[in-house]
Each structure stands twice: as C-alpha cells, then as structure tokens.
C-alpha cells in the first residue's frame, strides 16, 4: 500500500509539472494538491485494506460451496436474495455515488480557500479581514450538511434492507432445511 502510494504519487506529480503554464492559470494549486491528496490516500486506504475483499469473497465461495454439498434446494434461495441484495446496494449506490461527487467539489472548494487565505495571512492580517475570511470559510464548510445528513440516511437505509435480505435467506435456508428432514 505504502509503494502504490508512493508511486501514485509520484506519477500525478510528475503529470502535473509537465502541464503547460496557461493550465497553472486556470486551474487553482490548492483544488490540485486537494485532488492529489485525495486520490493518494484512498488509494492506499483501499490497497491497505484490500484483503478483506478477497477474505470475503473467500467466504462467499466457501459458504456456496457448503450449500451445494448440503442442501441443493438452498442455492437457489441464496442465489436469489444475494441477487436482490446486490440490486438494492446497486440502486442506492447510484444515488450515493452522484452525491458523493458533490460534497468531494464541495470539499476541495473548501481546501481552495483555507490554503488561499494561509498563503495570503500576512494580507489578511494586514487588510483585518480576518472575521470576513472566517466567515466565508465556515458557510462553505456548513454548506454540504444536509446533503451529508440525506447520505448518511440513504445508505443507512440501503446496508439496513440489505441486513433484512441476509436475516431473511438465513430464515428460508433454515426452513428449508428443517422442512426437508421432518
């Protein structure tokens, strides 16, 4: 995880400084040092924590397997629920991933202007607009949060019906199960 970040990194920097000036125009520094950051860090949160994926799916395949060999008439209700387990995580994350996207803007518009009024403090000190600089910056943290607050309920909602579809497989399988030895 350390040398994908590493070099990652490397890479977007040297993208970076060999991007034409006018570019340097027009794009802000602090919204590209945001993006970078950004970036590098979920990519090493998501190697670093990349063998829970495959223990997962490790487990998916040993459960199934265990199906098979013991109660064929469960691999089609297991089949079918993780089936709509998988379109409900689907639909919500559709909705999610778009909001997402949103607040991620909003978060390097915030960096944007922290790192412009730490780069330009002896201006701000100066001109005692520090209240005003304050100000600005606290309505554009606020600003996402009943977005977040509708995120935060959509995927609760979403890991919610998808907990009610495992409760429900495991009742069935444990019916069927018991049906079929009475």
């Not at 990349?50 to 459960?63: D, K, P, T």
């Not at 709509?84 to 999610?96: E, G, Q, W």
Request: charged share 20%; aromatic share 10%; glycine share 4%.
């Amino acid at each position: 995880a350390f040398k994908l970040r590493a070099n990652y990194t490397r890479f977007l920097i040297s993208g970076v400084m060999k991007l034409p000036m006018q570019w340097h125009v027009d794009n802000h520094s602090g919204d590209t040092v945001d993006k970078i950051k950004g970036g590098r860090e979920a990519l090493y949160d998501f190697s670093s924590s990349s063998f829970q994926v495959i223990y997962a799916i490790m487990r998916l395949i040993a459960s199934y397997s265990m199906l098979i060999y013991f109660s064929h008439s469960s691999i089609f209700i297991v089949t079918t629920m993780l089936t709509i387990s998988a379109a409900i995580t689907i639909a919500f994350d559709k909705v999610l991933v778009k909001q997402y996207d949103i607040l991620n803007r909003n978060d390097n518009k915030v960096s944007e202007r922290i790192q412009d009024a730490i780069g330009n403090i002896s201006t701000i000190i100066i001109l005692r607009v520090q209240k005003h600089f304050f100000g600005s910056i606290s309505q554009d943290i606020d600003r996402p949060y009943e977005l977040q607050m509708r995120n935060n309920r959509i995927n609760e909602m979403k890991w919610c019906l998808v907990a009610i579809c495992s409760s429900i497989t495991t009742v069935l399988v444990l019916g069927t199960h018991f049906w079929q030895i009475s």
